[in-house]
């Protein structure tokens, strides 16, 4: 036969609590402990609590830019769930819900976006890295990560989170094809939330599913329904297993969008349309899991004020510890790129200190100089 196929395959896609409630007893049944369920569903409430808060503390010029995470959590929580507390998470800046679960005080995240270096500084312990601005690169870096576990003989493996527009940079291709062919166990979990700020992902991407790129590294590839915590929980579940017990990475496209703007930098209103928002606001999450946990008598009314309650009362002083830790000279900018700092940095960083944006409040030039 002088024409023959010799690669076909499939992308699959799962889902186990759909927009209807629709619920998959077969591949649901004993995914999620009920208790945990609970604890689950009121993290995510609590994390949309701090969304909401974060985004006014923006407005309200008391922190910087933020990137609204309302939407979209159950991606990475349903990761962090299904992975051990020894997992590296290795996130992009949509993830808060998967990181606080996984053990990053909340507050570090209002003070990387306060401009504080100090929310970069992750305690000891807390097997996440810093957030990643630039796009694509933290790909790199969690591939890196699961090389050195495996070179240690540890069963340790990372999980990089990234979005869809992230997929079109060299990094990403690059990560994808190391961590393929050196055989890391890494989960490549990317975030098509339909958008890369204003570029639509079927411009980005003109193959009809973004999990198929992974198919030319030779990876596994699948797709999941983002909005639903129980199929995330199954195919990072899954796909962890294979990672620890055979080194081979995953690529899965969770579908999600994001509610709100890109960043607070943006007005999505000047290029998405209101239905499409609308629409999305029916798959919300937290809407699913709360009417499933409503059907099995698990949650009502009352449990929810209380809830709320809760979540306000945390947030409240969460800000309260970022926005009252002791403040730094501006100097600190200097202060995290070089073990031992170049000497011409060195010099802009003393000139800086006898200015006043580089003196703690109180310090004298004099004092500053010394
Ligand atoms: C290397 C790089 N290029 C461009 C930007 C500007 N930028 C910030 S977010 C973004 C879009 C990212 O889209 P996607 O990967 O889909 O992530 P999402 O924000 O939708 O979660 C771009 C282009 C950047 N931060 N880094
Ligand atoms: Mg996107």
Not at 111 to 129: A, F, K, S, Y
Not at 158 to 163: I, K, L, P, V
Not at 323 to 328: A, D, R, V
Request: overall charge negative.
């Amino acid at each position: 036969m002088p024409v023959e196929t010799v690669f076909e395959t499939t992308i699959k896609r799962v889902s186990i609590l759909d927009e209807h409630g629709r619920f998959d007893e077969e591949l649901g049944a004993d995914l999620i402990p009920d208790a945990d369920l609970i604890k689950l569903y009121s993290h995510l409430v609590t994390c949309r609590h701090f969304d909401e808060i974060a985004f006014k503390l923006q407005r309200s010029g008391r922190m910087g830019t933020y990137p609204e995470n309302r939407g979209q959590e159950a991606t990475s929580l349903g990761a962090a769930y299904a992975l051990r507390k020894t997992d590296w998470l290795v996130p992009c800046y949509r993830e808060n819900a998967g990181l606080f679960w996984h053990g990053l005080p909340m507050e570090y995240v209002l003070l990387h976006w306060m401009g504080d270096e100090r929310g970069n500084e992750i305690p000891d312990g807390v097997n996440v890295t810093p957030l990643a601005i630039p796009i694509g690169t933290q790909m790199l870096h969690a591939a890196g990560l699961a090389w050195s576990h495996k070179y240690r003989g540890d069963d340790t493996i990372a999980c990089t989170f990234f979005g869809d527009g992230a997929t079109s940079e060299g990094d990403f291709h690059e990560a994808m094809n190391f961590s393929a062919n050196l055989e890391l166990p890494v989960l490549f979990f990317c975030q098509n939330n339909s958008w890369a700020i204003s570029v639509p992902t079927r411009i980005q991407c003109s193959a009809p599913t973004i999990a198929q790129r992974g198919v030319g590294y030779g990876m596994e590839c699948i797709q999941v329904d983002g909005n639903d915590l129980f199929a995330v929980v199954k195919v990072v579940r899954d796909a962890a297993e294979r990672a620890r017990t055979t080194n081979k990475p995953t690529f899965i496209e969770a579908i999600t969008y994001r509610l709100g703007d890109h960043t607070t930098a943006d007005d999505a209103r000047r290029y998405r349309d209101q239905e499409e928002v609308e629409m999305w606001e029916l798959r919300d999450p937290l809407i699913r899991l709360r009417n499933h946990l409503d059907a099995k008598g698990l949650w009502d009314e009352t449990r929810q004020a209380a809830l709320l309650e809760q979540a306000e009362a945390h947030v409240v002083d969460v800000v309260k510890n970022a926005e009252e830790i002791e403040p730094l000279p501006a100097t600190d900018m200097f202060a995290h790129m070089y073990k031992d700092m170049p000497a011409g940095l060195e010099e802009q960083a003393r000139a800086m200190r006898t200015c006043s944006l580089g003196r703690l409040p109180g310090e004298t030039i004099d004092q500053a100089a010394t």
